[in-house]
């Protein structure tokens, strides 16, 4: 699954950012399964930033692993901006790393409709400040990818963690 990857990969680009700022990421993943983990894992050294993947496909596990609440889901659904924040949330604070990143959206090639068509995504990014400072943040992008299942996962899992670079070059840059 590298159709989409740039070269260098994000996957190696994300490395030296992540080391150079002593970060650490874990990662809540809905429709893209474990890819991201396994992008990230696919680097070597990346135990030096990488802590985990939760797979929280189903909403059980949204709200049992990363504490989304039944209420967030009942009102917006899996597939929406507040479960895509409250799950980088979770994951970031449940595995106390630095940063936090989620996908929550439609694989295909069914399950799509005229608001949110297959291919559709949340994509969130959350980062933890030191104590005090209201640093803390969580941002989340909709996307919508083209392709079968397979290449809306790679697409997904790829942009995530390009906007997870783009977050952690802005905390750098400050």
Not at 54 to 79: F, I, N, Q, W
Not at 135 to 140: E, I, K, L, M, T
Request: hydrophobic share 35%; charged share 30%; glycine share 12%.
């Amino acid at each position: 699954m590298r159709e989409f990857a740039a070269e260098p990969p994000i996957e190696e680009r994300i490395a030296e950012p992540l080391r150079a700022t002593d970060a650490t990421v874990a990662t809540a993943e809905s429709c893209t399964g474990g890819l991201i983990g396994s992008y990230l894992t696919d680097v070597p050294g990346s135990s030096d930033y990488f802590d985990r993947t939760l797979a929280t496909y189903s909403y059980d596990s949204k709200m049992d692993l990363v504490g989304v609440p039944r209420e967030t889901l009942d009102e917006h659904g899996a597939v929406s901006e507040p479960v895509a924040r409250q799950m980088a949330r979770g994951v970031r604070d449940t595995a106390g790393t630095t940063w936090g990143v989620s996908t929550t959206g439609i694989a295909g090639p069914d399950g799509g409709s005229d608001e949110k068509p297959v291919g559709t995504v949340f994509i969130g990014v959350a980062y933890r400040g030191e104590w005090g400072t209201q640093d803390s943040f969580a941002r989340v992008r909709r996307h919508e990818f083209d392709g079968t299942r397979l290449e809306v996962k790679e697409q997904i899992a790829r942009q995530a963690l390009e906007d997870l670079l783009t977050a952690v070059e802005g905390k750098r840059g400050q």
